[in-house]
């Protein structure tokens, strides 16, 4: 545990000296604005909400969480980036984790500049901040289910673009299972789907961000992070041999 701090501070300075992190950050900010303000008709209800605007992040998230996942790695030599880690005095586990708290920071700080929009709910009317507060954290916590899935692609391959799609692939699946569901609920039990909708990210997500802070959500979320990091340090064990 050492050398954790070290991994964490020298993959947040490869982040901040990336010019895709602050492209992908500049454009997710941009399409939460603009997206947020549309979707939560702040200046046509009496009430106002973020609901809207939090709805839209597992979406959004596709405009980030990619871009962060293919830097996992980015630091290291191009070539041989594994037989690099091998000659340092460092774990797996501190690795990963490392690298891991880091991109979770940055897309913590990125959903933070999101913030002037939680002052304009506030300057319009009297919305209830605990509400929203709730929201952003369970927006960090599916940034951080996204995110630890895409360090164990990074840690199965090498190749930038294969970690890139996938992770993509598999962010618009978890955004899009509802619908996909929904398209075959007649062709499968109506249990199963219930079964699977209650396993979705999107679902948990939806729940806490109405304002529903159960704890089984937050507890799902953590164990999903906890489960694709303890993959992905086995795998990364598994090619150190």
């Known amino acids: 545990m050492k050398l954790l701090p070290v991994i964490f501070k020298r993959q947040l300075v490869s982040y901040f ?4 992190t602050y492209l992908s950050t500049a454009v997710f900010l941009t399409a939460a604005t603009a997206f947020g303000f549309h979707t939560s ?5 009496s009430s106002v909400d973020l609901y809207g605007f939090f709805q839209l992040h597992p979406w959004l998230y596709l405009l980030l969480i990619p871009f962060l996942a293919i830097q996992f790695w980015a630091d290291e030599p191009n070539a041989g ?31 933070l500049l999101t913030f002037p929009i939680v002052i304009t709910v506030n ?3 009297n919305p209830d901040n ?22 164990l692609i990074c840690t199965l391959t090498n190749h930038r673009t294969v970690t890139f799609s ?10 899009g299972l509802s619908s996909i569901l929904d398209a075959i609920e007649h062709q499968a039990p ?21 304002g529903v802070f159960a704890l089984q959500d937050s507890v799902y979320f953590i164990s999903m992070i906890v489960a694709f990091l303890a993959a992905a340090i086995i795998a990364l064990n598994a090619r150190n041999g």
């Open 123 to 125: 300057y319009l009317g």
């Open 130 to 151: 605990t509400v929203i507060a709730s929201q952003y954290l369970a927006s960090w916590l599916l940034a951080g289910s996204y995110l630890s899935a895409g360090c």
């Open 17 to 20: 000296s990336a010019p895709v």
């Open 41 to 45: 008709q702040l200046l046509e209800q």
């Open 81 to 111: 980036a594994m037989n690099f880690l091998k000659t340092l005095p460092v774990t797996c586990f501190e690795i990963v984790i490392g690298k891991f708290l880091a991109a979770w920071v940055v897309s913590g700080i990125a959903l």
């Open 166 to 175: 996938v992770t993509l692939c598999l962010l618009l699946a978890a955004g």
């Open 190 to 210: 109506i249990w199963l789907i219930d079964r699977i909708l209650s396993l979705s990210p999107s679902t948990r997500f939806d729940a806490i961000g109405q």
